[in-house]
């Protein structure tokens, strides 16, 4: 009984190792996730606010479905903070595919006036120098796979018009 006992544990221990290298092995091709901004959209304009859907494509090259439950950035304007969004809402990006998520972003317009004053801004884009205006987003992505948490930092910047070149001319992100 002792060595049938032996081979049991010799097969068990054996098992957990295998298992555990291909979690390893499959949880450090999720720090391969790339994203980028891949449009835009104005939603409304009141008073105070500036309402804007941006969209994040995100590829997942591992072959794990990743489940998302939230994330949190910030965005910034030529370095200046003007924004922050999260949320709390689960989604499932799938292994080996790209997946789009929507971030809405509340910016109040006295942040924007701080970047440029009126009439700086109000030139640039008369200008159409849309070179000149950069927009940066930093924070993560918190989600697991198999229960087990990952996190995925967000650090982009690009200028109004590579946002505009990457909307017109969309690629698969990496």
């Known amino acids: 009984m002792k060595a049938g006992l032996k081979v049991f544990y010799g097969i068990a221990v054996t098992s957990a190792i295998i298992v ?11 720090m391969g996730i790339c994203y980028e901004l ?14 804007i859907d941006i969209d994040l494509r ?9 489940i998302l439950n939230g994330y949190t950035v910030d965005v910034f304007i030529n370095n200046t903070w003007v924004a922050n969004t999260q949320s709390n809402q689960k989604k499932v990006i799938r ?20 970047v440029y004053n009126s009439r700086s801004i109000i030139e640039l884009l008369m200008k159409a120098d849309m070179e000149k205006i950069f927009i940066e987003m930093k924070g993560k992505l918190n989600g697991s796979v198999f229960n087990f948490p ?5 650090n982009t910047k690009m200028s109004l018009r590579q946002i505009d070149e990457a909307v017109r001319n969309p690629s698969p992100p990496c």
């Open 95 to 114: 292994g080996k595919e790209i997946s789009t998520i929507p971030l809405l972003l509340k910016i109040n317009h006295s942040k924007v006036w701080d």
């Open 38 to 51: 891949s449009g835009y959209k104005l939603k409304s304009i009141d008073e105070k606010h500036i309402y």
């Open 58 to 66: 995100i590829k997942n090259p591992a072959t794990l479905n990743i």
């Open 20 to 30: 555990a290298t291909y979690i390893i092995v499959k949880v450090n091709d999720l």
């Open 150 to 154: 990952v996190t995925v930092p967000i």
